[in-house]
């Protein structure tokens, strides 16, 4: 009886090290799920939900998961000239000698709202250039309504005849695209 009793121990004893390493294992988890959900950002606004992820403002919109580089909030003082929304298509004009990777980036963003909302996007060019060979070039004299992105070192948004511009640094472009894709999803 005494060896039965000292294998039993022997074996506690082996036991209790990885019971323990699991124990702090699967604390950890928790403790860092439990943290994870502390600091999730999550903004209600205008009846839409919006969750932080990864530094994107996400909410879903008709089904459809749409991502925001800013909130709402960071918005609102940003006010939009209203324009005509039931319409079939809308030309995103830009000048081609400002085309970069940031401004394809804002294009890309615009655009994908406008076919979520089934209107349809025409990529345009301001002027005549060899970097616009198939592009329409379109002026807000245009009949149909012309989105315009203008780098510049003044932030403004005014509409012009047929044209909504947007004017400014890359920052302030980015955020005026996501007050425009707003006024669209009808936030």
């Not at 939900?49 to 003082?77: M, R």
């Not at 939009?80 to 319409?87: D, G, K, W």
């Not at 298509?89 to 394809?104: G, M, R, S, W």
Request: with cysteine.
């Amino acid at each position: 009886m005494k060896k039965s009793f000292k294998k039993v121990k022997k074996q506690r004893k082996k036991l209790f090290l990885p019971v323990f390493i699991a124990i702090i294992l699967i604390s950890s988890m928790v403790g860092f799920m439990w943290k994870g959900k502390e600091n999730t950002d999550y903004k209600e606004y205008k009846g839409h939900n919006f969750n932080k992820v990864n530094d994107k403002w996400v909410t879903q919109i008709k089904g459809k998961q749409v991502i925001f580089d800013y909130s709402p909030e960071e918005l609102e003082n940003i006010i939009l000239p209203p324009f005509n929304t039931n319409v079939n298509k809308i030309y995103l004009a830009v000048d081609p000698e400002q085309t970069d990777t940031n401004i394809n980036y804002i294009l890309q963003k615009i655009t994908n709202t406008l076919l979520d909302i089934g209107i349809r996007p025409v990529l345009a060019c301001t002027k005549d250039s060899p970097s616009c060979p198939d592009i329409p070039v379109v002026d807000c004299k245009n009949t149909d309504i012309v989105i315009q992105v203008i780098k510049a070192d003044k932030t403004t948004i005014f509409k012009q005849d047929n044209c909504i511009i947007l004017e400014g640094d890359i920052l302030q472009l980015n955020k005026g695209i996501d007050k425009l894709r707003l006024y669209l999803l009808g936030i």
